[in-house]
RNA sequence: CGAGCUGGCCAGGCAGUCGCCGCUUCGAAAGAAGGGGAGGAAAGUCCGGGCUCCAUAGGGCAGGGUGCCAGAUAACGUCUGGGCGGCGAAAGCCGACGGAAAGUGCAGCAGAAAGGAAACCGCCAUUCGCUUGCGGAUGGUAAGGGUGAAAAGGUGCGGUAAGAGCGCACCGCGGCUCUGGUAACAGAGUCGGCGAUGGUAAACCCCACCUGGAGCAAGGCCAAAUAGAGUCCCAUUAAGGCGCGGCCCGCGCUGGGACCGGGUAGGCUGCUUGACCCGGACGGUGACGUCCGGGCUAGAUGAAUGACUGUCCACGACAGAACCCGGCUUAUCGGCCAGUUCGCCUU
């Protein structure tokens, strides 16, 4: 396992931030149960967001899990993520997962997300 | 030992690795070390209070809330003790439990009649008719039948034409007196025959007591940006600045600076030492209070308290702090302890 941390830098954390990557939708992966939506950054680092409404997961506890899983994911694998503001959005359903399914289900959508963000990066290039 | 009742407690443990958020110490910094880091309900937001800002001379009305009595408390719709009623064999549990003799309203169906009543079937008396045991008329009667949640005290005896508190006894109800109790209330005595006072107040209402409004996104501080009403200084047909340009000339545009004043983004604060926790003594039946000693036990702000590995077992429920307390209610896998009731067995 590749060690790593989850300081403040590696997070979004103001409005702005959040306003920043809605302005301008880079990239974005999508499944059924969660959204996650991305934009080039110029820090050359990926930060993580999240909007989990209490609409979409109703349990503050089930709201906690998927932030902890998220997380761990994207802090142990830092390495893999390129330079970019990812959100992750939940979507009604999420709550219905178990532990196991949403580690498998968050790794697979971030991998998605930077497959694709690869390929736009090396199409704009040509 | 079994069945039950009441109260309290715990909420997987241990070890390692990697993270996250405060704190302390060291360090110029980067960072390092140490130590701390969700709950019994943190929840629902249903009550009460603190705190903050706004409003407010005093009083009343309206509106809202509470509702047996006494006490506890900062306060409460909470708690404790007591009373009354109900359930249970008991321990114990449950109860919006003030007023219907101030007024207004409401009550489906059934039933003859539903509120200062009423004669459908009956029962009885008188009387008329005849086919002599049936029909009619007048009156008496609430004991019986039937309807209903409810038919205006109940049971028994007497009484009567048949009946009826018509009379009597006991019970119930109401008034008064006395006794006990702070009181709610209870007990005893006495009077009243009981057409008095039917039910419903989670219907309006009456009575007593309580009650301003908004909430930590409260509120306070710093403050880029950017309107400017203002003050001061400098310049005042200029100089300077900006644009065109390699430079000069030239052309075009334009007063400059500081303070003040707001206050957006953002940051800081409020923010955890408190009606706090633990132990002891004393007072009180108890809730609780007083005193003494000791302790510091999350404080985040895109929001931490987690993940993985090993191991053990009874294989782990409901669930995540957001200003802070006191309650209530609801959710919850299991386990432990204490007291208590009943039954069975043994001695």
């Known amino acids: ?3 790593n941390g989850h300081p403040r830098a590696h997070r979004l954390l103001t409005a702005g931030d959040f306003r920043s990557v809605f302005d301008q939708v880079d990239v974005k992966a999508a499944c059924p149960e969660l959204l996650l939506l ?3 950054n110029a820090d050359a680092q990926a930060r993580l967001g999240f909007i989990i409404s ?3 997961c109703r349990s503050a506890v089930a709201r ?3 932030k902890r899983i ?3 994911i994207f802090r142990t694998h830092y390495a893999d ?10 979507r009604p359903g999420i709550d219905q997962l178990s532990k196991e399914d949403l ?3 968050i790794a697979k959508q971030l991998q998605r997300l930077t497959r694709r963000w690869h390929k736009s990066q090396t199409a704009a290039a040509e």
Request: proline residues 4%; aromatic residues 4%; positive net charge.
């Open 54 to 56: 209490r609409k979409n």
């Open 70 to 72: 998220a997380r761990e």
């Open 64 to 66: 906690n899990r998927v």
């Open 1 to 3: 396992m590749v060690v």
């Open 81 to 90: 993520w390129p330079q970019l503001d990812i959100i992750l959005m939940a």
């Open 103 to 105: 580690h498998r289900l």
């Open 38 to 40: 991305a934009r080039t």
